[in-house]
């Protein structure tokens, strides 16, 4: 049997690992952070942080996603063909990212001179 002290220890030490996984598993380089903040069966939460000039390495998104920046910047998204778009996000503002969009294979990239911070609204529903 755990001391209350014991079962604590374990619990964040199990905390930790979901979140060292969960960071693990994201499209983020090293360098980049991702940060699990809520979950449930609806949606899932996370703060990234992306430095800039680390690109994302390809990847898609299987769900529509609420984009809210916390510091803003320029993205460039690469899709696998090698066309491009640059999106501005300001500051304070929330973007809309629809499931048929985030299908296309694609890579971002901070071209700006700060870290991008951002929180990620995933809706595991399809829109």
Partial sequence: MLTRN??????????????????????????????????NQDVRVWRTVVPPNAPLKMHTHQHPLVIVALTGGTVKVVYEDGTFELHNWETGK?????????????????????PLELIVVELKKDD
Wanted: no cysteine; proline share 5%.
């Fill in 6 to 39: 014991a079962a604590l220890a374990v619990v964040a030490l199990l905390l930790s690992a979901d979140s060292l996984l969960f960071s693990q598993s994201s499209n983020a380089p090293l360098g980049a952070q991702r940060t699990p903040q809520f979950e």
């Fill in 94 to 114: 929330a973007y809309w990212l629809p499931t048929s969009e985030g299908r296309k294979r694609h890579a971002d990239v901070n071209t700006g001179s700060k």
